[in-house]
């Protein structure tokens, strides 16, 4: 069945509710909704918000964790007409107040004791709550100052239901619809703006590339307060009128259970979950038979994982969705049954996606030669919010500068090397941490690894690894183990061997940046966890 056409994310809800009548939309554990349902507690609580004043434009905050109430929260701010901020449950403190008062956010919706997690008393203590902020809690509240969501649910009954009906009507396809943060590698994030049109077009991407129907079922295991999340997962499955299957937080044991039970047939996960996955001991006598579709992107997806999975579920196409949230996520989407010959690849220019390599004076490269990659389309934001010296420097007529080093072959077949800030210079050899990480993660005994550079003062650079292993192996010989597979001058130099996870950012990415400044606070101290 064909995508259902809209140009804004309340008609994207509204023709799903009427075309397809009872048909499951979405389940929390013991929630199960049709889409009428959920269209129904949507309205509720957009009226809530107009009856609150809430006005078209108004940034309406969303702090919380994966559940049907964000589902509700997220879709009733845009229905209302105003601008969903999601806020990562990731965030502290600082970083979350930051983003409300960056935002200017009118009213804040939080799931105050997800995952035991006081956000509110968080807020007072970094002195992050405004007077004026209308905060409602979608669970318990207790509190004083704020609002329980039945209460709040109840103010939209003095509002009638045309009136939210109107509100959406009057949404433009190019009205700011969510304000993501981004996440902020090298500083202070950027809001964002993705406009209606934008999300529209890539739940649409989604749906036609990966040939989505209303018999396709996802579960959300990434964070609903991700673009993954909300375009990928929610907007996708109303576009498809699919049922979205929500995970409060992905443990793979209970995602092999939940999808298993539920016959998921579809998802869109970072490369570790799937990795994770693998390495549950109880994986093979989990029935996955109905699992179809596995996108990934975030993160180059390791060889050996493709292969493993190609092993264990021989009938899931793995297809590559890379993209960004100035991209409202996927620029290239890779053909499943291409995976395995163009394993190097990210795919193809999803349709009506134009993909550059270009120079450092901004100027394009010929078919095959390594530059930065710029990305043009109906899906590339229009800029970042009360940002003009940003919007500048990472747009240009129509294209987003992606900080990204990657090439387009004859074919259109788009490869992506490196971030520019993370390949290492050796001597005039240029290395790309990506390939490296690759080979890595062939070896059994390792879970993650991250390559960064080491400053030397004859060759410039060298390979540094930081290795996640899951048992004694010693650094000669993952050494060795790259000796065999990459030529000599990318074979890590140093290594760091650890448990501990990686350093992630509220998006789940990598954050390399603290790991070169954790080198650079060792070079010359001896460590007993460091190969030299």
Same mark, same amino acid.
């Given at each position: ?9 309340? /008609? ?35 009226? #809530? ?10 940034? *309406?905050?969303?702090? @919380?964790?994966? +559940? !049907? ?65 209308? %905060?409602?809690?979608? +669970? ?6 704020? !609002? ?15 009136? *939210? ?7 433009? $396809? ?6 993501? &943060? ?13 406009? !209606? ?10 749906? @036609?590339? =990966? ?47 939940? #999808? #298993? ?6 998802? *869109? ?10 390495? /549950? ?11 179809? %579709? ?19 579920? $021989? ?85 987003? !500068? ?14 992506? &090397?490196?971030?520019?800030?993370? =390949? ?9 941490? @990506? ?29 540094? @690894?930081? %290795? ?8 000669? #010989? ?12 990318? *074979? ?41």
């Amino acid at each position: 069945m064909a995508p259902l056409l809209a140009t804004t994310v309340p /008609q994207l809800l509204s023709r799903a509710e009427r075309v397809f009548g009872d048909t499951e939309a979405l389940v929390d554990r013991d929630v199960r909704w049709s889409f009428p349902q959920l269209a129904a507690e949507v309205s509720r609580c957009a009226a #809530a918000m107009i009856a609150s004043g809430v006005t078209p434009g108004d940034r *309406v905050a969303v702090w @919380a964790g994966n +559940g !049907h109430r964000f589902v509700v929260a997220a879709l009733g701010a845009v229905s209302a007409g105003a601008v969903l901020v999601p806020v990562s449950t990731r965030y502290k403190s600082d970083e979350a107040s930051w983003i409300l008062a960056r935002s200017g956010t009118r009213m804040l919706l939080v799931d105050n004791g997800f995952l035991g997690n006081d956000y509110l008393g968080m807020l007072r203590a970094a002195g992050g709550v405004p007077d004026e902020l209308d %905060i409602v809690t979608l +669970g318990e509240t207790g509190d004083p100052e704020a !609002h329980s969501f039945d209460e709040f649910l109840r103010r939209g009954n003095v509002v009638a239901a045309g009136l *939210v009906t109107a509100r959406g009507d009057a949404v433009s $396809p190019h009205d700011v619809s969510d304000m993501f &943060f981004t996440s902020g590698t090298t500083g202070r994030p950027k809001g964002a703006m993705l406009a !209606h049109c934008n999300i529209v077009h890539s739940a649409m991407r989604f749906c @036609a590339c =990966m040939d989505l129907t209303a018999q396709d079922r996802s579960i959300a295991a990434v964070p609903l307060a991700h673009v993954t999340g909300v375009v990928a997962n929610v907007m996708t499955m109303a576009c498809c009128a699919g049922t979205l299957i929500i995970m409060p937080e992905f443990k793979a044991a209970d995602y092999l259970k939940v #999808a #298993a039970r539920e016959r998921v047939t579809y998802t *869109v996960m970072v490369p570790a979950m799937y990795n994770l996955c693998l390495l /549950q001991p109880d994986f093979d006598a989990c029935d996955l038979s109905s699992w179809r %579709i596995g996108g990934y992107g975030g993160a180059p997806m390791p060889i050996a994982t493709i292969e493993r999975l190609a092993d264990r579920i $021989p009938n899931l196409k793995l297809m590559n969705c890379y993209g960004a949230t100035e991209t409202t996520s996927p620029s290239t989407i890779m053909p499943g049954e291409l995976t395995a010959p163009y394993i190097d690849s990210v795919g193809l220019p999803c349709p009506g996606t134009r993909i550059l390599a270009m120079d450092a004076e901004g100027r394009e490269l010929p078919r095959g030669e390594i530059g930065e990659l710029w990305i043009g389309g109906a899906q590339v934001i229009k800029g970042y919010w009360n940002n003009p010296k940003a919007t500048a420097e990472s747009f240009t007529g129509g294209f987003w !500068h992606s900080g990204d080093l990657g090439s387009i072959d004859g074919d259109d077949f788009v490869r992506v &090397f490196d971030r520019q800030k993370d =390949m290492i210079n050796r001597g005039g050899l240029k290395i790309y941490s @990506a390939e490296v990480e690759s080979v890595l993660a062939g070896h059994a005994s390792v879970v993650e690894s991250a390559i960064i550079a080491k400053p030397c003062p004859v060759l410039g650079e060298r390979v540094h @690894a930081v %290795i996640v292993t899951r048992d004694r192996v010693t650094g000669d #010989a993952l050494r060795a183990w790259c000796a065999e597979r990459l030529s000599d001058y990318k *074979v890590p130099e140093t290594m760091l061997l650890t448990s501990e996870p990686l350093p992630r950012n509220a998006n789940g990415k990598v954050l390399k940046r603290q790991l070169r400044e954790r080198l650079a606070g060792e070079v010359g101290e001896p460590s007993a966890r460091t190969s030299a």
